[in-house]
């Protein structure tokens, strides 16, 4: 009996101290989060919802005053932080957290999150592109070093090239859930689908890259040339872009799964249509 206690005093221990290990990594992992801005990146993925009819086709105002109820529900922040910490969890390896940590805990660091973040939750996209453009094209004229540094910057957080095969993976999995769900008719099967996104992806590569370039220029256009060049080089580390690899994998993730949850619940919204 003394044995059998002792066993499950033991059992109980490991179980607890297992428990213990688990909080305090979620923990880090929320610390990750707030200081290097993801938080806020997987907060502004909700905003998107606005142009998920226009993929089928529709317009957010065809679903009615019940739109904006479900969007924010399917894109519920607490819901998109916890898948966010569960698969970072079982992926982030512990130095590369240190290493994105220490770098956006230093002032610079804090900064640049600040600026970031109000850029993801910019309200008016299209005053935010517009300035972003006209500062390219002042850039562009007195041929600065900056612009060079912006595009290092763009190209080392986007390492492993993934923009563009994730948007479409984002697109063919909210055609397909949406198709299943009834909402839209589609007249291609799904490799076909695939094969037809393909054909534009050069355009597509081209868009993103000239809206990033904008994006950076607005974003950080109240640091100094230094700053932003030191920003470039601190992406440009191996580790770093491991890190990026992985938050960029995470936010795509989310996105299809959550646009995918969308289809389901537009089932009730929107009667069939032929896409």
């Known amino acids: ?27 880090r992992l929320e610390t990750f ?14 905003l998107s919802a606005s142009s998920a009819p226009a993929m089928l086709g529709l317009e957010a105002e065809d679903f ?20 966010a910490l569960d698969i970072l969890g079982a992926t982030l390896e512990d130095d590369l957290l240190d290493h994105a ?19 993801h939750m910019e309200d008016d996209s299209e005053t935010k592109s517009e300035a972003g453009q006209a500062i390219v094209a002042g850039l562009e004229r007195i041929g600065s070093p900056r612009l060079d540094a912006l595009k290092r910057m763009n190209a080392a957080s986007d ?23 009834g909402v839209i008719e589609l007249k291609m099967e799904e490799p076909d689908l695939r094969e037809a996104m393909r054909a534009d992806e050069d355009e597509l590569r081209q868009s993103i890259a000239e809206s990033a370039l904008n994006g950076a220029a607005y974003t950080y256009q109240a640091f100094s040339d230094a700053e932003v060049l030191e920003y470039a080089k601190a992406l440009e580390d191996p580790d770093m872009r491991k ?4 938050m960029n994998a995470v936010q795509y993730e989310i996105m299809a799964n959550r646009y995918e949850a969308l289809a389901a619940r537009m089932r009730n919204l929107q009667p069939s249509q032929e896409l």
């Open 1 to 27: 009996m003394i044995a059998l206690a002792r066993s499950v005093c033991l059992a109980l221990t490991l179980a607890l101290t297992a428990a213990a290990a688990q909080a305090a990594d979620r923990a």
């Open 64 to 83: 009615g005053t019940q739109w904006t109820v479900m969007a924010d529900d399917v894109f519920n922040t607490a819901k998109m932080h916890d898948m």
């Open 33 to 46: 989060l707030e200081v290097t801005g993801f938080d806020v990146a997987l907060d502004s993925i909700r």
């Open 243 to 246: 890190v990026y690899d992985l």
């Open 159 to 181: 390492s492993a090239g993934t923009a563009v095969r994730a948007i479409q993976e984002v697109q063919v999995r909210f055609l397909m859930a949406a198709a299943a769900a």
């Open 101 to 119: 940590t220490e770098f956006y805990d230093t002032d610079l660091g804090r900064r640049l999150v600040v600026a970031e973040n109000n850029s």
